[in-house]
């Protein structure tokens, strides 16, 4: 195991996904995005009422000195709105992200895009935090084949997606613009290279199909790593997300208005009590929840001054020469006081081998060598700052 050090690291955002609804107009082969004991009926949104009072109780524990803020010291909090297809609610869903800036939340929205018409777009767009659009082919037989089509076969073109695009960039400059794949057995083989090299969102996270209820689109990891590796040129912007950073390590709400967690693969989730009932402070206390791995998914690390120090352990990695590690020590720092000066590859050379490094989104070290003999290969396999193991 080796270690370098170096300064501050930033707070970032908390992040809360409400799922609004169970609804939406697409019928995905591998969605997780359902509850079996759930009925249309008891959704919140039903009663917008109850929406409201979900959001200000939400907003009463996150937005106060809390347990969790102490533990895991975030300075803002974001309420992202996902469903299903928060927008098939209309004005309902409009009302909620609005109330919800009210209150003092930063607000985000996961959408598959359908309904985002330029009307609604210019409605809540600058003031949208972060936009995110669920987008797992420009292929229509493989989408329609993964059921991201509606009912009508309708779907959202590559060109369609890059009119909402550059419509929210230039509604909101300093909104953030995600894109999400699901990599699965239909799209396992496909490449959005072309598409997302033209888009250039800031940020394109990668999933790896996740057995919630079933198996159904499942891959091995060799193939997800395949998909990855076949859009390395974006490597910049990419965020790899395997089974096991999703389990636990997100903070969940259903459209009943519970927390909740998946529970073993294929056996469906753990819910808690309403919150309406019992508060935010028992019903988180009904779900399991990973802080630390919740922590390296939104880059949640305690600040300390810039005297100070932090230790970057590195697990599983080749041999690196001395000379190489503080090279990449001096480019972390470098990151540190500019993120945009380490959105690209460092290149350093030594003898006949050339050493590429770079931070990703979840502050993992990603360091790459290549020589006459072997060819390019990544040989620090795992590396993080010490206070996220």
């Not at 910049?236 to 997300?241: H, L, M, Q, S, T």
């Not at 096991?244 to 390590?249: P, R, S």
């Not at 969940?252 to 927390?259: A, H, K, L, S």
């Not at 073993?264 to 779900?287: C, F, N, P, R, W």
């Amino acid at each position: 195991m080796k270690s370098l050090t170096t300064g501050t690291q930033r707070k970032t955002d908390l992040v809360i996904n409400f799922h609004i609804t169970e609804s939406c107009n697409y019928k995905c082969s591998y969605c997780y995005a359902t509850w079996d004991d759930l009925e249309a009926k008891n959704e919140l949104h039903r009663s917008p009422n109850k929406v409201a009072s979900l959001l200000k109780n939400l907003a009463s524990y996150f937005l106060s000195d809390n347990s969790l803020k102490a533990k895991m010291g975030y300075e803002n909090v974001r309420l992202n709105f996902a469903g299903g297809e928060p927008m098939l609610l209309g004005k309902r869903f409009i009302d909620a992200i609005k109330f919800a800036n009210q209150l003092g939340f930063k607000t985000s929205l996961i959408t598959n895009g359908h309904y985002l018409s330029n009307d609604i777009l210019d409605d809540i767009g600058p003031s949208l935090d972060v936009l995110g659009i669920s987008y797992d082919s420009a292929n229509y037989d493989i989408a329609q084949k993964i059921g991201r089509v509606d009912r009508n076969n309708r779907w959202i073109s590559a060109d369609d997606l890059r009119m909402i695009c550059a419509r929210y960039r230039a509604l909101n400059s300093t909104g953030v613009l995600k894109l999400n794949t699901v990599v699965n057995a239909v799209n396992k083989d496909d490449s959005l290279l072309p598409l997302m090299t033209r888009i250039k969102p800031d940020k394109w996270k990668l999933l790896r199909v996740l057995p919630v209820y079933n198996h159904d689109l499942v891959i091995s990891q060799s193939e997800y790593l395949a998909y990855v590796n076949r859009h390395q040129a974006l490597a910049n912007i990419i965020v790899e997300e395997d089974n096991d950073a999703m389990t636990h390590t997100y903070l969940m709400v259903n459209p009943e208005g519970r927390f909740y967690q998946n529970a073993e693969a294929g056996s469906g989730y753990v819910l808690s009590d309403l919150i309406l009932a019992v508060g935010v402070e028992k019903a988180l206390t009904q779900i399991p929840f990973d802080v630390s791995g919740f922590q390296q998914r939104y880059q949640l690390i305690p600040a300390v001054e810039l005297s100070g120090e932090v230790t970057l352990l590195v697990k599983e990695c080749d041999p690196i020469p001395d000379n190489l590690f503080s090279k990449i020590q001096d480019r972390i720092i470098d990151f540190q006081q500019s993120r945009e000066q380490f959105s690209y590859w460092f290149k350093m050379k030594n003898g006949e081998s050339i050493y590429y490094c770079r931070l990703n989104d979840n502050y993992r070290m990603v360091v790459e060598v290549k020589n006459k003999n072997t060819g390019p290969y990544e040989c620090m396999k795992h590396s993080t700052f010490d206070n996220r193991f």
